[in-house]
């Protein structure tokens, strides 16, 4: 099995920064894409960022230039720095991975528990 754990949500102010982590452990050959998703109350899951275990990032259009996504591949570790962060961005916000088990294996696709992330004066 894999785990996702994710760590670093909280309150802040609007304007302030949070770092969000996500760790993967458990029965993993390779990563392929990891990435960060969140749900605002009442709302659907939405695509944050994701990147490639080549470095390649992709940003939803509400968080460029405020978010950056980034990964350490030796410790199979996705990271967000979210800097700017406005009340909209209120979440739970959700770590993703697609997680092969073995070589040329299929690839499966694993979600975090989810971390509030709360942006108000």
């Known amino acids: 099995q894999v785990q996702l ?3 670093g949500g909280g309150l802040v102010q609007p304007g302030g920064s949070l770092r969000l982590s996500c760790a993967a452990s458990g029965s993993i050959f390779s990563i ?3 990435g960060w998703y969140r749900q605002a109350p009442g709302k659907q899951r939405e695509l944050v960022a994701t990147i490639t275990s080549g470095g390649n990032t ?9 978010f950056t996504i980034s ?5 199979n570790t996705v ?4 800097n700017s962060l406005k009340p909209e961005d209120t979440a ?7 997680v092969q088990k073995k070589s040329l ?12 992330v709360t942006v108000s004066s």
């Open 5 to 7: 754990v994710e760590s």
């Open 32 to 34: 392929n894409a990891m």
């Open 58 to 66: 992709y940003y939803a259009d509400s968080v460029k230039g405020r």
């Open 71 to 75: 990964r350490d591949n030796a410790k």
């Open 79 to 82: 990271y967000v720095q979210m």
């Open 92 to 98: 739970v916000y959700y770590c993703n991975a697609v």
């Open 105 to 116: 294996g299929p690839h499966y696709n694993y979600w975090g528990q989810g971390t509030q």
